[in-house]
């Protein structure tokens, strides 16, 4: 069966919003020859479904105190620091751990690196990392464990009851995570139904470790997740705003301040990593 064109006139209409940030509705109209009425009526829809967030005049895929961005939108916010914080969390990756990755984009940089680990046991409820992970699965010695539950089209991700026991009922060396808004003290995020995750995450985990590149830094959201003091170490990059970071050295919070030109390479002869890097060349 072919899709309907209003379907696949929204589809590209998120996409629009999506590379853009934000769009008016004119320009969508203009964009798409079609009635302001109908813009009206296809922005309706993509709210309902949570890919963007309507202001008078238009739509925006950008993150507000109560609205996260959709992950295609995330995905496309600082990416080289996003993989320059993930190669720092690999250091904390070793064969024969078991890990659990959230739905972050900042997250979802680790998974190309961890074939070089394993063996391992991966987890997640994030779909984009399932995909990637399994990708990985024939060429390393990798087990992969999806988390399921209620499908969340905005996060790509699987939330809801079904999740929380699944997580419940399991335990994992490591948790590897990200929030949309952080500050001096905690993080936080916009919507209840991810931080139920989020906690239950933390919980079932030994050692957790936070990752958030400098847009998400001295933000605050609706919902507070959890304590900074709560994580082993938080992972930031150059251009983090240096008055959080000096309250975060106020508060007594283990952070680290990744450097693009720092790269770790494991070594399995010696077993589990230190912390020595060298330069990338």
């Known amino acids: 069966m072919r ?12 996409e629009r919003i999506a590379a853009k940030g934000s769009c008016s509705a004119q320009e969508l109209a203009n964009e798409f020859n079609v ?6 009526r296809d922005l309706d829809e993509l709210q309902y479904r949570g890919v963007v967030r309507k202001f008078h005049g238009g739509a925006t895929a950008q993150p507000s105190s109560v609205f996260e961005s959709r992950m295609t939108f995330r995905q496309d916010v600082e990416p080289l620091k996003k993989n320059v914080i993930a190669r720092h969390a690999l250091s904390f990756v070793h064969p024969g751990m078991s ?17 070089e680990r394993a063996p391992l046991h991966v987890s997640t409820t994030f779909l984009a990392g399932l995909r990637r992970l399994a990708e990985l699965q024939d060429a390393a010695d990798m087990t992969v464990i999806a988390i399921g539950g209620r499908y969340d089209p905005m ?3 699987f939330v809801g009851s079904q999740a929380l026991a699944q997580i419940a009922d399991m335990r994992w060396d490591a ?17 209840d139904r991810m931080v139920g995750v989020k906690k239950a995450m933390m919980e079932a985990s030994k050692k957790k470790y936070l990752l958030v590149d400098n ?12 304590s900074l ?10 251009d983090a705003d240096p008055q959080i970071l000096e309250q975060w050295e106020t508060n007594g919070v283990s952070y680290f301040v990744a450097n ?9 002869s010696q077993g589990p990593a230190g912390n020595d890097y060298e330069c990338e060349v």
């Open 155 to 157: 996060h790509d991700s």
């Open 99 to 115: 890990i659990l990755l959230d739905d972050s984009t900042s997250a979802l940089h680790m998974t190309s690196g961890l074939a």
């Open 260 to 268: 693009q030109a720092l790269v770790k390479k494991p070594d399995r």
């Open 35 to 40: 009635s302001i009425m109908t813009v009206h």
């Open 229 to 238: 003091s709560e994580f082993d170490l938080v992972i930031t990059d150059e």
């Open 175 to 191: 948790l590897f995570m990200s929030a949309p808004a952080v500050d001096g003290r905690s993080i936080f995020h916009q919507e």
């Open 215 to 226: 847009t998400k830094i001295g933000k605050v959201a609706l919902h507070k997740v959890a």
């Open 3 to 14: 899709p309907k064109k209003s379907d696949v006139r929204r589809s590209m209409m998120a």
